[in-house]
Nanobody
Framework: QVQLAESGGGQVQAGDSLTLSCVAS????????MGWFRQVPNKERIFVAA????????YYADSVRGRFTISKDNKKGTVYLRMNNLKPEDTARYYC?????????????????WGQGTQVTVSS
């Protein structure tokens, strides 16, 4: 099973921006939808954003819609999550994963190849 590698997290102030990257492979991105999830300690991993295999459709949690943008570059084998106007409640560890289940994009159980995650901390 391929393991993905996230990067780009950090500690920022409210209102700042960050771009997270997830390195996979061109082959994976051409064939699979990809998603970003986030998790805080002792809580479930929750859906943030997803992009379909062709890149023609993207999906967002209500809490981030209008502030976050998911995109991908197949040639670079990389999925991105651009996060603008960050809020303290965005503080979490962010994970990317490969969608393996042809169902709801928000269901974490429908993904595999989870990376180690990258920490985002937003202070007020």
């Amino acid at each position: 099973q391929v393991q993905l590698a996230e990067s780009g997290g950090g500690q920022v102030q409210a209102g700042d921006s960050l771009t997270l990257s997830c390195v996979a492979s061109e082959r994976i991105l051409e064939s699979n939808a990809m998603g970003w999830f986030r998790q805080v300690p002792n809580k479930e991993r929750i859906f943030v954003a997803a992009i379909n295999w062709s890149g023609s459709n993207s999906y967002y949690a209500d809490s981030v819609r209008g502030r976050f943008t998911i995109s991908k570059d197949n040639k670079k084998g990389t999925v991105y999550l651009r996060m603008n106007n960050l809020k303290p409640e965005d503080t979490a560890r962010y994970y990317c994963a490969k969608k393996i289940w042809h169902g709801n994009y928000t269901y974490a159980g429908g993904y595999d190849s989870w990376g180690q995650g990258t920490q985002v901390t937003v202070s007020s």
